[in-house]
């Protein structure tokens, strides 16, 4: 959903898409002129190696422990990198509904405060599939490499 002051670019950039995919995917005549509360469909972007957003909002940085990403309750979280599930609870103690992704290169994904969660442990996600939803406190996202914390701000787009 369009957010006051969004462009067409911010969008497809965060989506790890191009405009032109973009403005094709939702037949906008004109990509410079996006309304506030429009609803765009976000296709697939094609898997990269580079972390995506796993959603759209208002984020902050939890000091050296990731990031907090606000959006409405029920947005969609994706995947920021395809992975293996190895976690997906409902009861994480201190976490809430949390999502955790094997990428079997070192890095693991975290995203927890989720409202629900749409994968099962074991299965296969690919980069921008839904693996949750947000809850009303939007999400905490964490990009892990061992056992240290990133920044994701470093790896994000």
């Given at each position: 959903q369009v ?59 939890s000091g ?94």
């Amino acid at each position: 959903q369009v957010q006051r002051g969004d462009t067409l670019w911010q969008i497809a950039r965060a989506f790890g898409l191009d405009v032109k995919t973009l403005a094709g995917a939702n037949r906008l005549p004109d990509p410079n002129r996006l309304e506030f509360g429009q609803q765009l469909f976000i296709p697939l972007p094609r898997e990269t190696a580079t972390f995506l957003w796993p959603m759209r909002g208002q984020h902050q940085a939890s000091g050296t422990q990731g990031l907090k990403i606000v959006s409405s309750t029920g947005s969609l979280v994706r995947a920021s990198q395809s992975g293996r599930v190895a976690v997906a609870t409902r009861q994480l103690v201190g976490w809430g509904q949390t999502v955790v992704l094997d990428h079997a290169d070192g890095y693991v994904t975290v995203y927890s405060g989720l409202e629900g969660i749409l994968i099962v442990p074991g299965a296969t996600v690919r980069q921008g599939r839904p693996i949750g939803r947000a809850g009303g406190g939007g999400i905490h996202f964490q990009i892990r490499r061992g056992n240290a914390v990133m920044n994701p701000l470093a790896l994000l787009p």
